[in-house]
């Protein structure tokens, strides 16, 4: 096993963006972030997760894109969008499961992750692994990480109908096997608690009884 | 653990992922590209088709105007005293599709050729300064006297009409047979 392997771990995460300022830096993405940092929760915490992409099998957001724009070569690395074909549809930002894609208005195109794929495909680690000081970002052999962390690296994720491989690993629990996701499991709790927005709206719920 | 039984782990958002369409449009980068040089292949070989069976049909066109569409029965275009010495008059000849020119060089001597360039078919002018017709188009430059090509991008002289003065009109009768 000394095939390389990409390791993301969001609990380690500490929202310092050198991962995200080290992508903007890297010389091929002209200064242009092919990263972001999302927040789990921004009304009550502070924690940060990196987005990088998570390499799909069968990407999602190559079936969707209506003008044939996101490749996947044949060492599994799905690609940005190709500059001559990309529309800005937005389609792929909407169908990725992990919310990899983000569109750019200024270059009317969208941007994601390719893992650094001039750097990887000739040895290098990609530039958000190497800086990220917290290694919530890890790049290096699966024989390597087990001795660091008690983590279970886990690339198989059920969203709703669709299951999802990845290329790319979610440390996660110690007996984890899979993450399953429902939508329900993020919608607001509306028995606990009245959904002002749902009032603003005008929109029936159980809560506000109209 | 959920139950995913249900769940079809090959289900994707566009079904099938070897239908029809699919093969055109691949995911993988390699077959992609073999798409794109396939189209190409394509688009080059139907083209050149296409340029040979035109070149074809506007060779019969040619063929079947010259045996079929020409009549070559005289008919008067000027009077005499119409065009002054260093004037020209344009005309149609023989249908409403052939624009020529019938030029004056000299008091009696009269030339018409077909208006056409023989380059690109651009409609020639007089340049009686020069005793010259001009085609605008790509500095073509003929003869007034026989429609010879002088300079510029043709290389075929122009189509001369055979004129002829009687009756104090100005008579064309049929084209002049190009002697190479």
């Given at each position: 096993m000394d095939e390389f392997e990409f390791f993301i771990d969001p609990s380690r995460c500490i929202g310092c963006e050198a991962c995200k300022h080290a992508c903007m830096e890297c010389d091929t993405h002209r200064g242009r972030s092919m990263i972001h940092l999302e927040f789990v929760d921004r009304a009550i915490s502070t924690q940060t997760s990196p987005v990088v992409?998570?390499?799909?099998?069968?990407?999602t957001c190559a079936q969707v894109c209506p003008a044939d724009a996101i490749k996947q070569t044949e060492d599994g690395i799905v690609q940005t969008s190709t500059k001559a074909r990309c529309i800005g549809c937005s389609n792929c930002v909407l169908a990725c499961p992990f919310g990899v894609p983000q569109y750019v208005t200024d270059i009317d195109q969208i941007?994601?992750?390719d893992m650094c794929y001039d750097r990887t495909s000739i040895g290098k680690k990609p530039m958000c692994a190497t800086v990220c000081p917290s290694q919530a970002l890890y790049y290096g052999t699966r024989d390597e990480l087990v001795k660091m962390?008690?983590?279970t690296p886990v690339n198989d994720f059920v969203?709703?109908?669709q299951r999802v491989r990845t290329k790319v690993n979610l440390m996660s629990a110690p007996d984890a096997q899979e993450l399953d996701f429902d939508i329900m499991n993020f919608m607001p709790d509306t028995e606990a608690e009245p959904d002002i927005y749902a009032d603003d709206l005008g929109v029936w719920t159980e809560s506000n009884g109209r | 653990m959920a139950d995913n039984s249900h769940r079809d782990p090959k289900r994707t958002p566009n079904g099938d992922s070897e239908s029809r369409w699919r093969q055109d449009f691949p995911i993988q980068s390699g077959e992609d590209s073999y798409a794109t040089r396939r189209e190409f292949t394509k688009f080059l070989g139907l083209t050149s088709v296409a340029f040979v069976f035109g070149t074809f049909v506007a060779a019969a066109r040619k063929i079947w105007k010259h045996w079929?569409?020409?009549?070559?029965?005289?008919?008067?275009?000027?009077?005499?005293?119409?065009?002054?010495i260093g004037g020209y008059k344009l005309f149609r000849y023989p249908t409403q599709d052939d624009p020529c020119i019938l030029l004056r060089l000299g008091t009696n001597e009269f030339t018409a050729f077909n208006q056409n360039c023989s380059h690109l078919a651009c409609p020639v002018h007089f340049d009686s300064q020069a005793g010259q017709l001009l085609c605008p188009c790509h500095v073509g430059v003929f003869s007034a006297e026989d429609g010879r090509a002088l300079a510029g991008p043709p290389r075929r002289r122009l189509e001369v009409l055979n004129v002829e003065v009687h009756d104090a009109q100005v008579w064309v009768e049929g084209f002049e047979e190009t002697s190479t």
């Open positions: 992409c998570m390499h799909c099998e069968d990407p941007v994601k992750c962390r008690r983590e969203f709703g109908q | 079929v569409g020409t009549s070559s029965e005289a008919r008067s275009v000027a009077g005499l005293s119409e065009i002054d």
